[in-house]
Every structure is written in structure tokens, then in C-alpha cells.
């Protein structure tokens, strides 16, 4: 897992952000990782999904990002 750079004009082709760990979470992605790539969704107003694979004690506890299961219109 690595951090990914995301710049405003990189989401126009991304209709949902679909984010999660390993299906055995023992590598989780770093917590401002999924943060930036939340709210670069958010400010594109694209739907965020968050995985089981991140409902951890850590990531359930996550400070200033709620849970999401968001979903693109449709869909």
C-alpha cells in the first residue's frame, strides 16, 4: 500500500472512490491517506464507499471522517 496523489482535475473521469485494506486487514492503508482521498472526492462531489476490510478499532474511530457508504446515482 502507498499513498496516491490526487490533484482536482485527476477525479473528472471517477465516478466513485471505493477505498479498503487487504481482505486480511494486516496492512491498512495510513489513516491521512484515506483522508486525503476522501476529501478530494468530496470536493469533486463524488460518492465515497468505505470497505469492511477498514472497520478496525483505528479506522472505526476515525477522527473528522464518518463512515461512508455512498453510492453513484443509479447504481
Do not use: H, N, Y
Request: no cysteine; charged share 25%; glycine share 6%.
Amino acid at each position: 500500500l502507498e499513498r496516491i496523489e490526487i490533484s482536482d482535475q485527476g477525479l473528472s473521469a471517477i465516478d466513485w472512490v471505493i477505498i479498503g485494506a487487504q481482505t486480511k486487514p494486516t496492512v491498512m492503508p495510513k489513516l491521512e491517506w484515506v483522508k486525503e482521498i476522501v476529501d478530494a472526492a468530496d470536493r469533486a462531489g463524488i460518492p465515497v464507499f468505505l470497505k469492511d476490510s477498514l472497520s478496525t478499532p483505528s479506522f472505526v474511530a476515525m477522527q473528522g471522517l464518518t463512515w461512508r457508504r455512498e453510492f453513484p446515482r443509479g447504481v
